[in-house]
C-alpha cells in the first residue's frame, strides 16, 4: 500500500479511518457503445467474445500495424528501456510485448543479452531482423524456466491481458531473485489531467469517479487485500479497430505496485511520467500521491531475494 493518502483522504495514526471498508467485486465498465441493452448476458458475452477475436487477430495476423510500430519515435520506449537495464553488465533481459523490436534493439546496444516474447507474428518477423532472440508466444505462460533473467518488463501489454493479476505473477516468476521489473502502463484512473484519450479518462465525472474508485481500493487494500482485483472494461467498439481499442483492464500504478507486491516484490519507485522529462519537472510530478491521478503508471520493482 502507498504510504502516503490521496488528496481527500483522511488518516489516522497511519491508519485508514474507519471499521469496514467497501469490498468491490469484479466488474465490467461500460464505457463505450457496447452491445444492445436488451441482449441476454450470454449473447452480450458471444458478441464480445467476437470483436476480442476479431482484434486479437489485428495485432495477431496485421502487418499494416508492425509497419505502424516500426515507425514510432525510439524515444517513446527510452525510459522504459533505461530502466529495463540491469545494472551489471551482460544482463539477461526479456521485453514482453517486445513488437517488432526497438526495446530489443536498444538492449543489445547497451551490452546485454536482450530476448523478446510476442504474440504478433508479423511483429516476430520483423523483430527477428534484430535478434533471433525474439520468439513468438501464447500471451500467457512465458517459455521460459524460472529465475531466468536479471530483469523483465512489459510496456504497454497488462491493459490488454485477460488475467493480469496471473501476467504479474509469471512475470515475476522468471525474473532472478534481486532482479528487477518494469511495468509501464496507461493510468485508466486519471483524476487529473486533460486530452484525455480513452473514455474511462474524459471528463469530469468520470475523474470524480476514479478518485473515489482509487480511494476505495486503498481501503479495500488495507482491510481485504484477498480480494482485490483489477476492474475490468469493455473493449471498445468502433470501425476502424484502433490500437489500445482492446483494452480490457483499468490499469493503474497504485494496483500495479499492490501485485508486485503480493509476488515478493519491493516496490522501488511509482511515477506518472512513462517518458524523460526534464529532472524539475519530472520530480514535481512525480514528488506526492497526486501522481497515482495523472498520466501514465510507471512501475519499477525488485523480486525479493529471500
Request: hydrophobic content about 40%; charged content about 25%; overall charge neutral.
Amino acid at each position: 500500500m502507498i504510504s502516503s493518502p490521496l488528496p481527500g483522504e483522511k488518516v489516522a495514526a497511519g491508519r485508514m479511518r474507519g471499521s469496514f471498508a467497501i469490498v468491490y467485486q469484479l466488474q465490467i465498465l461500460p464505457l463505450s457503445p457496447s452491445p444492445h441493452p436488451s441482449l441476454s448476458r450470454e449473447r452480450k458475452f458471444l458478441i464480445l467474445s467476437t470483436i476480442m477475436g476479431e482484434q486479437q487477430d489485428y495485432y495477431r495476423e496485421n502487418e499494416a500495424y508492425a509497419d505502424f510500430l516500426n515507425n514510432w519515435d525510439a524515444e517513446f520506449y527510452a525510459k522504459y528501456a533505461d530502466a529495463l537495464c540491469p545494472a551489471a553488465p551482460d544482463g539477461k533481459v526479456l521485453d514482453i510485448g517486445c513488437g517488432v523490436g526497438q526495446v530489443v534493439q536498444r538492449l543489445i546496444d547497451a551490452g546485454h543479452e536482450a530476448h523478446g516474447v510476442e504474440v504478433s507474428e508479423p511483429n516476430i518477423a520483423k523483430a527477428k531482423q534484430v535478434s533471433d532472440r525474439c520468439r513468438i508466444y501464447d500471451g500467457r505462460s512465458l517459455p521460459f524456466d524460472d529465475a531466468s533473467f536479471d530483469s523483465v518488463g512489459a510496456l504497454n501489454v497488462l491493459e490488454h491481458v485477460e488475467e493480469p493479476e496471473a501476467f504479474i505473477t509469471e512475470l515475476v516468476r522468471v525474473v532472478k531473485p534481486g532482479g528487477r521489473i518494469v511495468l509501464s502502463s496507461p493510468n485508466f484512473f486519471r483524476a487529473i489531467g486533460f486530452r484525455d484519450y480513452h473514455p474511462r479518462m474524459r471528463g469530469l465525472g468520470n475523474k470524480f469517479r476514479n478518485w473515489q474508485r482509487l480511494r476505495a481500493k486503498r481501503r479495500q487494500m488495507a482491510t481485504d487485500p484477498g480480494t482485490v482485483q483489477f476492474d475490468r472494461m469493455e473493449p471498445i467498439v468502433r470501425e476502424p479497430f484502433q490500437p489500445d481499442d482492446d483494452a480490457i483492464v483499468a490499469t493503474n500504478g497504485l494496483e500495479m505496485a499492490f501485485f508486485l507486491k503480493k509476488n515478493r516484490c519491493d516496490v522501488v519507485k511509482t511515477e506518472c511520467t512513462d517518458r524523460h522529462v526534464s529532472m524539475p519537472i519530472d520530480f514535481a510530478l512525480n514528488l506526492g500521491p497526486w501522481r497515482f491521478l495523472m498520466f501514465n503508471a510507471f512501475v519499477v520493482a525488485r523480486k525479493r531475494t529471500s
